[in-house]
Every structure is written in structure tokens, then in C-alpha cells.
């Protein structure tokens, strides 16, 4: 069943909705950015994301490639989700800003994003449009 969740960043002022099926597939990176900012995963294709908020809010950060788009709210600096570099064509979703606690519930998988180039492919299929 496909069903919509919605989140944001700590002071509301970045807000998103998702659709997503009853037991996403979420993962914990250990890269040096997921490590960090404690991100847990949750990739969906970017039909599957609405931003309910003014782009204005976000600031955007890039590194190494430039490929992955880390958004940030330009208040509180909450990353509550970005475009990955391994799903150019999605977004992921950070499930700790998610308004709901259960992802606590749902099953994580450990990604070895220290070696991001040997794995990246693992998590490709997850922005595709088929959810």
C-alpha cells in the first residue's frame, strides 16, 4: 500500500511530503557527511517528492563531484533531505525528519559509503518511478 508522509527541518520553516509504501527500505551510510549529520536513508524517486515550501528556505551544499545536492533550511541548518549522488534522479530523505517516530520500527540496512565507489550501484534502483 502507498501511503504519504510529510517532514521537515527542527523550526518547520522546509517541509516535504513523500509517498511511500507501508515498509520503506532505509539505510545508515558511514560516510564522512552521513556519519556526521547522523542521516538515515530513505531514497524515493523524485515524482514521489514535493517540497511544500518555498525553495528560498534551502541553501545548497556541494562537495567532491558536485553531483549530490545537500539542502539545508537556512534557519535552523536542518538537512532533512538532498539529492543523492548515487540517485541523481531522486531524493533521500532523512527518516529522523520524518513527522512520524515509526521508521524506528522499519528495518535498516548498513551501506559502506566509505567506499561509496565499490557499493553506489546497490542503491541505484531506489529512485526509480516503480515504488
Not at 507501508?22 to 531514497?43: A, K, R, V
Not at 545548497?60 to 545536492?69: I, L, P, R
Not at 539542502?71 to 525528519?97: E, H, L, M, Q
Request: proline residues 5%; glycine residues 4%; negative net charge.
Amino acid at each position: 500500500m502507498i501511503r504519504t508522509l510529510q517532514g521537515g527541518c527542527h523550526c518547520k520553516k522546509v517541509r516535504f511530503a513523500i509517498e511511500v509504501v507501508d515498509t520503506p527500505y532505509i539505510t545508515e551510510c558511514n560516510c564522512s557527511m552521513c556519519t556526521i549529520t547522523g542521516f538515515i536513508h530513505l531514497i524515493v524517486p523524485s515524482n514521489k517528492f514535493t517540497l511544500l515550501t518555498d525553495q528560498s528556505e534551502l541553501s545548497c551544499y556541494q562537495f567532491n563531484t558536485k553531483v549530490a545536492k545537500h539542502y539545508f533550511c537556512k534557519t535552523c541548518g536542518v538537512k532533512s533531505f538532498y539529492i543523492p549522488r548515487s540517485n541523481p534522479d531522486g531524493y533521500s530523505v532523512n527518516a529522523k525528519c520524518l513527522d512520524t517516530d515509526e521508521w524506528q520500527q522499519w528495518p535498516v540496512e548498513n551501506f559502506d559509503g566509505q567506499n561509496w565507489e565499490d557499493n553506489a550501484d546497490t542503491l541505484a534502483h531506489l529512485s526509480k518511478p516503480d515504488i
